[in-house]
């Protein structure tokens, strides 16, 4: 007969998972050892091996909760009546709210994949392969028309914004200058107005 679960089983996973994520972002994943999660966490290591296996286990399950949350929270934005621009700005404040409490989660994704065995980060290269796809199609319908001419830098004007996004994390400071919201908004105006002028110049 299969064991059932405890009420609190979730909670317990998601709690060791988000303080997992907090350690191995602050002390570096190849460097932090099961035994300090396990006081970090403020429960026995054989705690933590029973939701997981190990080290590798543990990362994965961090980096594939967060970018299935990031792909869940952008394919909910809705682009009935909005603009193709407004569709984009709405999906860029999405991501930066997505971001806002998971710095850590968000720095392993770009520190830590690496470290993982090959077909787990195929895995979650496909999430994420799904999450800029939802990007890039809706910054395909700002420009058809320079994007059908031009297929090849869909993917560069992509990443771009990616990468005034990715790198949030290491400067923003609350409190401290602008707001999260509005950096989005600034973003997508950098990236909607260098777009404009580049279609404009090869029309």
Not at 67 to 80: G, H, I, P, W
Not at 164 to 171: G, P, Q, R
């Amino acid at each position: 007969m299969a064991r059932t679960l405890a009420k609190d089983h979730d909670d317990k996973r998601r709690a060791i998972l988000k303080t997992a994520a907090r350690f191995f972002a602050q002390n570096g994943y190849d460097r932090a050892s099961m035994s300090q999660l396990s006081v970090e966490c403020g429960v026995s290591k054989a705690l933590i091996y029973h939701y997981y296996s190990g080290k590798e286990a543990l990362l994965f399950d961090i980096l594939n909760s967060h970018l299935s949350s990031l792909l869940a929270e952008v394919s909910r934005v809705d682009k009935v009546g909005k603009t193709p621009q407004e569709h984009l700005k709405a999906l860029v404040q999405a991501l930066l709210q997505s971001y806002k409490n998971a710095d850590e989660e968000h720095r392993l994704q770009l520190e830590a994949m690496t470290s993982l065995p090959t077909m787990q980060q195929a895995e979650l290269a496909g999430v994420q392969k799904q999450l800029v796809q939802v990007v890039s199609d809706a910054i395909e319908l700002i420009e058809p028309d320079y994007f059908a001419a031009n297929p090849k830098n869909l993917r560069p004007v992509t990443m771009s914004l990616f990468a005034m996004l990715n790198w949030f994390y290491l400067w923003y400071r609350k409190g401290a200058g602008i707001t999260r919201q509005d950096y989005a908004d600034l973003a997508t105006d950098i990236l909607l107005s260098g777009l404009k002028g580049v279609a404009k110049k090869n029309a």
